[in-house]
Nanobody
């Protein structure tokens, strides 16, 4: 069983930055592709970013390309999401997840990000 705990969310003004963290226990994250997703009220869950296992290769959703950067620290068993130039439309609950056997099957509880205009 793996547990994921996100942190680092909060309230920030438009144009500001936040760094989200995701700590894992019960599984070594270096062996897995990891993802960040977000869900705003009344909207479907949206892919934000992913980082492949064993390499620094990353992929981003179109709405965050050039502003967000995902990284991992295998020694600490953590992944991060650096969010710059935040916009009000980035307001959502952000979740990290583990990609395993063809799907994201483990999810954290989420951390709230609110961007004021």
């Amino acid at each position: 069983q793996v547990q994921l705990v996100e942190s680092g969310g909060g309230l920030v003004q438009a144009g500001g930055s936040l760094r989200l963290s995701c700590a894992a226990s019960g599984r070594t994250l270096s062996s897995y592709t990891m993802g960040w997703f977000r869900q705003a009220p009344g909207k479907e869950r949206e892919f934000v970013a992913a980082i492949k296992w064993g390499s620094p290769t990353t992929h981003y959703g179109d709405s965050v390309k050039g502003r967000f950067t995902m990284s991992r620290d295998n020694d600490k068993n953590m992944v991060y999401l650096q969010m710059n130039s935040l916009k009000p439309e980035d307001t959502a609950i952000y979740y990290c997840a583990v990609y395993n056997q063809g799907e994201y099957d483990y999810w954290g509880q989420g951390t709230q990000v609110t961007v004021s205009s």
